[in-house]
């Protein structure tokens, strides 16, 4: 089994838009024209294994609620299921951190405790709450507002 993980390019806007489907299935999701966008600034990373695409994450210039302006935004992370635990998830986030270089933000589903605890273990802190920022067909869900320091990612 053999993982290999590269900057994303125009070229992996298809496979991006399959990811995000597959595991967010109905939740989260983005369209192509959005994740077109995201790939032709190279702004994310895409795992394979074998050469199977099985995780991203992407990031974007995004407002954040709680400080009140725009931010470095880790928009979107995830790993298909058959490949969960094997730390890819905590490669791609600190990858992604690096290469932002500076303080980057996320929201994240407060039910989401598998994804909250990596952030935490990579030195994400919560910073706020938002209620229900999230509108699903299931219900509203409220977001957990994190950040990671810049110094943390240098250190
Ligand atoms: C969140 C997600 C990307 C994590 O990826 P992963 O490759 O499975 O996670 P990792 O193996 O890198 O886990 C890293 C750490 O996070 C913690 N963690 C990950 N999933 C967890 C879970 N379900 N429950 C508790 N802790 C978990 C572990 O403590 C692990 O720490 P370790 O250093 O002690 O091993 C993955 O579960 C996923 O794709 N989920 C669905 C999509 C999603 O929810 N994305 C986040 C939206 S904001």
Redesign the pocket.
């Known amino acids: 089994m053999i993982l290999r993980t590269k900057r994303i390019t125009s070229n992996n806007s298809d496979e991006i838009y399959e990811l995000n489907h597959k595991?967010?299935d109905g939740q989260?999701i983005y369209s192509i024209e959005y994740i077109e966008k995201i790939c032709s600034n190279n702004n994310g990373y895409i795992s394979y294994i074998d050469n199977e695409p099985i995780?991203y994450v992407f990031c974007d210039i995004s407002y954040n609620h709680i400080v009140q302006k725009n931010v470095a935004t880790?928009m979107?992370?995830?790993?298909?299921?058959k490949?969960?635990?094997?730390?890819?998830?905590?490669?791609?986030?600190e990858k992604i951190c690096k290469n932002i270089g500076n303080d980057v933000y996320?929201?994240?589903?407060e039910e989401?405790?598998?994804?909250i605890?990596?952030?935490k273990?990579?030195g994400f802190i919560e910073i706020g709450k938002i209620f229900n920022y999230y509108k699903f067909k299931t219900g509203d869900e409220n977001a957990v507002a994190m950040k990671k320091n810049m110094n943390d990612i240098i250190n």
């Open positions: 595991i967010f989260i995780g880790m979107s992370i995830g790993v298909l299921e490949y969960r635990n094997l730390k890819i998830g905590k490669h791609l986030t996320l929201y994240v589903r989401n405790h598998g994804a605890q990596m952030y273990n990579v």
